[in-house]
């Protein structure tokens, strides 16, 4: 029996793992190394990327101070000369559908087509030039427009920001989002991509079509019945209303 437990426990002794749990263990440690080296670089490229974008926002910042600093200077001193300061002309507005598709002519609806203005408080960021007012001045009565302020801008694209990736409507919850839609174009985050839209850079095409029309809710107090239909500058709601679409910004977002 002492013979027979000793031969037993030799075997057990000398019994070989097999190669296939072998083969196995070998697999999951070169997974597990590759896991742990690729969570190495993403969190070495995720500060890197922090540092950078940081550094990007503090620049965008020192410029546009830069900018309204030189404002001022020129109009403190056309006003000792006597004169006026006539500042350059906007280069972005900000469009906003406020009414719906009754009545709407094929012209007119086509025309809010090209600007992504399907739906109804639907907005969205166009690039200024003698086509494009002229198309603006075609649908007057079923949008308003004006020049958005960088706060505007920023605030929209922070807190109704989607971007088009794959045409899927993909929040923008993180630069990585940005990145991977406009990083062969140099923007990166959304400090780029505000800086992009609001200096309409040469970038602003793609910035913008990146961008998914803004979805707003009606504004607080909704828009009047009996003014709805009339220009802004008599006292309604609809065509260019210059800066104050940024007050009216602010109750639509």
């Not at 020129?74 to 006026?84: C, S, T, V």
């Not at 920001?161 to 140099?186: A, C, H, T, W, Y």
């Amino acid at each position: 029996a002492a013979f027979t437990t000793f031969s037993t426990l030799c075997l057990v002794i000398n019994m070989k793992t097999p190669e296939s749990v072998l083969k196995k263990q070998a697999t999951q440690q070169k997974l597990a190394e590759a896991a742990a080296a690729a969570a190495k670089e993403s969190a070495a490229k995720a500060e890197a990327d922090l540092k950078k974008f940081a550094a990007n926002a503090e620049k965008y910042d020192q410029e546009y101070a830069a900018a309204e600093k030189e404002a001022v200077e020129n109009r403190r001193k056309a006003k000792i000369e006597g004169g006026f300061y006539v500042p350059a002309q906007p280069k972005l507005a900000l469009v906003i559908r406020i009414r719906g598709t009754i009545g709407v002519s094929p012209k007119a609806k086509k025309v809010m087509q090209l600007f992504r203005l399907r739906q109804l408080h639907n907005a969205s960021f166009v690039k200024l030039n003698e086509a494009t007012i002229r198309m603006l001045r075609l649908i007057e009565p079923y949008v308003t427009y004006g020049y958005p302020t960088r706060a505007t801008v920023q605030n929209l694209i922070w807190k109704r920001g989607f971007g088009k990736l794959n045409k899927q409507r993909i929040p923008i919850s993180d630069n990585s989002v940005i990145q991977e839609g406009l990083g062969k174009f140099g923007i990166e985050c959304t400090a780029d991509l505000i800086h992009e839209i609001f200096t309409v850079g040469p970038h602003f095409k793609q910035a913008n079509n990146f961008l998914w029309p803004f979805k707003l809710s009606n504004p607080t107090g909704g828009f009047s019945t009996k003014t709805k239909m009339l220009h802004f500058m008599e006292g309604g709601e609809s065509g260019a209303r210059g800066e104050e679409i940024n007050k009216l910004v602010k109750k639509m977002i």
